[in-house]
């Protein structure tokens, strides 16, 4: 497997990966992990809960961009050592977010978000140039 289908890989285990937090924020409510209606149980969240849900969330949001991104230049025979560099740019942003989100560090989780989005467009870009 090459760097950045690694790359996607790793991007897709993050986001199911930053659900632990969630989870233990769910556990720690009161009443433990409500499977039977989890969405209300989070909606339900405060603090660093409720950062927790977002941080989740926002890992799905990125993550059919960043793909579509590296299929876009894998097709494209754009440069590899560019498109390498910029998925492990995004991977290594996507791994930060939810720990500066949930630790409630606002200002850098989004100059992270900002990197890691750079990084999806700047595939897209080597894609539409190559």
Not at 18 to 40: C, F, T
């Amino acid at each position: 497997m090459n760097v950045p289908f690694a790359c996607v890989l790793a991007a897709f285990a993050l986001v199911y990966a930053s659900k632990a937090p969630l989870a233990a924020a769910m556990a720690k409510e009161g009443r433990g992990y409500d499977n039977s209606a989890p969405r209300q149980q989070q909606a339900r969240l405060t603090g660093w809960g409720q950062r927790a849900v977002a941080a989740h969330q926002n890992g799905f949001e990125s993550f059919a961009p960043f793909a579509a991104a590296v299929a876009l230049a894998t097709i494209a025979h754009a440069d590899p050592t560019s498109v390498t560099r910029w998925c492990v740019v995004h991977v290594v942003a996507r791994a930060v977010y939810p720990v500066l989100y949930i630790a409630d560090i606002a200002t850098l989780r989004s100059l992270v978000w900002g990197v890691g989005f750079a990084a999806t467009v700047a595939l897209y870009v080597h894609a539409a140039m190559a």
